[in-house]
């Protein structure tokens, strides 16, 4: 007899299910799969696999295509000079699908990103969330950055916004941003515990939550502030 609860053979099940899943989507993330072909991977259907990754991971399977495919395309920006190659090696069909992932995941265009912010404004700040401080960091099309402090100070973060954007213009509102935050955070005690996907509202800023929470190290404990 022992005092240890058991895990529950269900939750084993699920977290290999999604495992799997996510392998999957990393190995064909060039070829875009469709939400069926995931779903077939793991002999789920589409319905039942999507409320499956979207509770074990935080975003939905399509966001998270959405995510890698933009950092691949990153990468190939950064190692090219050209945007058109750069369109077809990401396995995307035109570059105004290139500019549509980036303007709708890093609110900047895919020129702006690789001249590294000539003739962007940048508004920047830090905020409370529910997460404990951040900083936020926007363009006028949205959310372009979003690190935590947890185990950072300040001055380390802003080094690191000007070392993505050296050529854009940086302005700090904090004022502003705390407003920012309020619209999409719901400061409310009856969502404490609340989902992720639930609990911060619009798919820029859910992104960037998402990839701020799994930066966090390993074994550091999140809770809501």
Same mark, same amino acid.
């Given at each position: ?31 875009? +799969? ?49 945007? *058109?190659?750069? !369109?077809?090696?990401? &396995?995307?069909?035109? +570059? ?12 900047? !265009? ?8 000539? &003739? ?36 380390? *973060? ?34 404490? &515990?609340? +989902? ?5 509202? &619009? !798919? ?8 701020? *929470?799994?930066?966090? +190290? ?8």
């Amino acid at each position: 007899m022992t005092d240890k609860k058991e895990i529950n053979p269900q939750w084993s099940l699920d977290y290999e299910t999604v495992e799997k899943a996510i392998y999957f989507i990393k190995k064909n993330h060039e070829t875009r +799969p469709s939400l069926a072909d995931i779903a077939a991977s793991v002999n789920l259907s589409e319905f039942h696999f999507q409320k499956l990754f979207s509770r074990w991971v935080g975003i939905s399977p399509k966001r998270f295509l959405q995510f890698l495919t933009k950092e691949y395309a990153k990468k190939l920006l950064d190692d090219s000079g050209n945007i *058109l190659d750069a !369109t077809y090696d990401a &396995g995307l069909s035109s +570059p105004g699908r290139l500019h549509d992932l980036f303007i709708h995941c890093e609110a900047v !265009t895919p020129g702006e990103y690789k001249s590294r912010g000539i &003739g962007l404004e940048i508004v920047y700040g830090v905020s409370p969330s529910p997460f404990g401080d951040c900083m936020i960091a926007h363009t006028a099309r949205g959310i372009c950055a979003l690190k935590f402090v947890r185990g950072n100070t300040i001055k380390e *973060l802003l080094g690191h916004l000007v070392s993505q954007w050296p050529k854009a213009s940086l302005k700090m509102d904090h004022k502003a941003i705390k407003n920012l935050a309020g619209l999409v955070f719901p400061f409310d005690d009856q969502w404490a &515990g609340a +989902p992720l996907h639930l609990y911060v509202k &619009g !798919t820029n800023f859910q992104i960037k939550v998402w990839e701020a *929470l799994t930066k966090i +190290p390993l074994g550091s404990t999140v809770t809501y502030e």
